[in-house]
Structure formats: structure tokens, C-alpha cells
């Protein structure tokens, strides 16, 4: 299965970052925000400006041939990336639901026990666990047997490294080796389907929320929370020499 990789086409600003490409795709202008210029450096600046051209330009249809060709190539890669995300989620979801149900008939107990998985980048291990040598042998190969498993839980590594890197407020460049071992896949999926419950207990009981409600950006689709939750996961940068 080919993954899509997180490079996507330069154009005038940089248009890697969904909440930038959103910006471009409701066409609108931002109010200018007051800025003090003794804490502004120039690349700043000149980084602000190159970027409000670029805007103005798509605003008033000033944009070239070629201008026009990459903005639509980076913004199909930003769609296709984030469709690529939302499969991968309900890919590791169901995929973990399914070997669990199997799990649950051939080894009943296990389920009882202490464990999470993760992919550590080539393979899927478990973690945080109190199982014997042989339980443990049995469950990593069941997850490994997977191999849409396995790969949706690879690229979701890389989908959180990119989105680290895009919201990144010092330019820190994140990779996928930063976060594998990060995503603990059972304990993400059991909170997604909390809130799932939650979701549809709110609809259903009409449950007026208060501003700034976490709950309001809970989703009934377990996978969706998942993806939400996976995109929340602390990163630590490790140096690269």
C-alpha cells in the first residue's frame, strides 16, 4: 500500500498547514492584528507580507498560470491528506476492535489484563502490560497479522509529526521518529468511545452546554475522536545529529 508522504507543492506562501489552505478556501482576508515591531523580527515580517500577497492575490484573481496550478495541487494534497487521515483512524479502530473480539474468544482472560500497543515504525509492540511471555508473543502477533493495522498506525505517526511541524511555533521541524511509541492505540480508542457515548448522550437528552464546553468538539464516530485524540499526542523533539 503506497503512503502519502507529507511534501507538498511550494507556491508564493507556504501552503502545507490545513489552517492555512482553510484560510485560502473561504477566501477571506483577516482583520490585521496590532503588532508591536520591537518584538517583530524582519523575517517575520517579510515572511507576514509574502504570505498577506499571496492572499490578496487569490482574493482579487491575480494569480499566473503557474500560481494557479500549484495552489491547486497544494490544496488537493492537503485534501488528500486529510481524507488519508480519517481512513487511517477508522482503519486502526476497526481493525483493533476486530482482533479484539478475537481475542476475546480464543483467550478470554487476556482481556482482563493490563496491556496497550503502539507502532514503534516497523512493527507493532506491547506496552505497559503484565502479561506472561507467552501472552505477549500471542497478542503481538495477532496485531502484526494485520497488516491495514500496521499501516494505518505508520501513517497516523507521520500525520501527527506533520501536524506538529505546521502548528509548531518555533519552526520545529517534527518526524515520524519523534512520535512512534507515542500513540497508545487501546487507550486511544477506549477514550474515543467515551466520548462518543457522551456525544450521543448530549443529543439525546438536549443538553444545553456551556461556552467552551470541551464536549462540544466530541463526535459520535469512535474514529473521528480517535484522530482527535491521536492529533492531541504529546511529542517530545529528539535532536537529529
Same mark, same amino acid.
Given at each position: *500500500?503506497?503512503?502519502?508522504?507529507?511534501?507538498?507543492?511550494?507556491?508564493?506562501?507556504?501552503?502545507?498547514?490545513?489552517?492555512?489552505?482553510?484560510?485560502? =478556501?473561504? *477566501?477571506?482576508?483577516?482583520?490585521?492584528?496590532?503588532?508591536?515591531?520591537?518584538? %517583530?523580527?524582519?523575517?517575520? %515580517?517579510?515572511?507576514?507580507?509574502?504570505?498577506?500577497?499571496?492572499?490578496?492575490?487569490?482574493? +482579487? =484573481?491575480?494569480?499566473?498560470?503557474?500560481?494557479?496550478?500549484?495552489?491547486?495541487?497544494?490544496? #488537493?494534497?492537503?485534501?488528500?491528506?486529510?481524507?488519508?487521515?480519517?481512513?487511517?483512524? =477508522?482503519?486502526?479502530?476497526?481493525?483493533?476492535?476486530?482482533?479484539?473480539?478475537?481475542?476475546?474468544?480464543?483467550?478470554?482472560?487476556?482481556?482482563?489484563?493490563?496491556?496497550?500497543?503502539?507502532?514503534?515504525?516497523?512493527?507493532? !509492540?506491547?506496552? !505497559?502490560?503484565?502479561? +506472561? /511471555?507467552?501472552?505477549?508473543? @500471542?497478542?503481538?502477533?495477532?496485531?502484526?497479522?494485520?497488516? /491495514?493495522?500496521?499501516?494505518?498506525?505508520?501513517?497516523?505517526? +507521520?500525520?501527527?509529526?506533520?501536524?506538529?511541524?505546521?502548528?509548531?511555533?518555533?519552526?520545529? #521541524?517534527? +518526524?515520524?521518529?519523534?512520535? &512512534?511509541?507515542?500513540?497508545?492505540?487501546?487507550?486511544?480508542?477506549?477514550?474515543?468511545? /467515551?466520548?462518543?457515548?457522551?456525544?450521543?448522550?448530549?443529543?439525546?437528552?438536549?443538553?444545553?452546554? #456551556?461556552? @467552551?464546553?470541551?464536549?462540544? *468538539?466530541?463526535? #459520535?464516530? &469512535?474514529?473521528?475522536?480517535?484522530?482527535?485524540?491521536?492529533?492531541?499526542?504529546?511529542?517530545?523533539?529528539?535532536?537529529?545529529?
Amino acid at each position: *500500500m503506497k503512503l502519502i508522504t507529507s511534501t507538498s507543492t511550494s507556491i508564493h506562501a507556504s501552503m502545507n498547514s490545513p489552517s492555512q489552505a482553510e484560510k485560502i =478556501n473561504s *477566501m477571506e482576508v483577516s482583520s490585521a492584528k496590532k503588532q508591536h515591531a520591537t518584538t %517583530i523580527s524582519n523575517d517575520t %515580517i517579510a515572511a507576514s507580507s509574502q504570505q498577506n500577497t499571496t492572499t490578496i492575490k487569490i482574493v +482579487t =484573481n491575480q494569480l499566473s498560470a503557474d500560481e494557479t496550478v500549484a495552489l491547486r495541487k497544494s490544496l #488537493k494534497w492537503l485534501s488528500d491528506f486529510a481524507k488519508k487521515k480519517e481512513s487511517s483512524a =477508522n482503519d486502526m479502530v476497526s481493525e483493533t476492535q476486530r482482533i479484539l473480539a478475537e481475542v476475546a474468544k480464543e483467550q478470554p482472560n487476556l482481556l482482563n489484563k493490563k496491556f496497550d500497543f503502539t507502532n514503534t515504525g516497523d512493527e507493532i !509492540d506491547i506496552i !505497559d502490560h503484565d502479561l +506472561t /511471555k507467552r501472552e505477549y508473543n @500471542y497478542l503481538k502477533a495477532k496485531f502484526n497479522a494485520s497488516d /491495514k493495522l500496521v499501516e494505518a498506525t505508520d501513517f497516523l505517526n +507521520t500525520a501527527v509529526a506533520d501536524s506538529k511541524s505546521s502548528t509548531s511555533k518555533n519552526n520545529t #521541524k517534527y +518526524t515520524k521518529e519523534d512520535v &512512534v511509541g507515542r500513540i497508545h492505540v487501546r487507550e486511544v480508542i477506549e477514550q474515543a468511545e /467515551k466520548r462518543s457515548a457522551e456525544r450521543v448522550r448530549i443529543i439525546e437528552e438536549n443538553i444545553i452546554m #456551556k461556552p @467552551y464546553d470541551e464536549r462540544a *468538539m466530541f463526535r #459520535k464516530e &469512535v474514529h473521528l475522536n480517535a484522530l482527535d485524540i491521536v492529533e492531541n499526542t504529546s511529542v517530545r523533539f529528539s535532536a537529529k545529529v
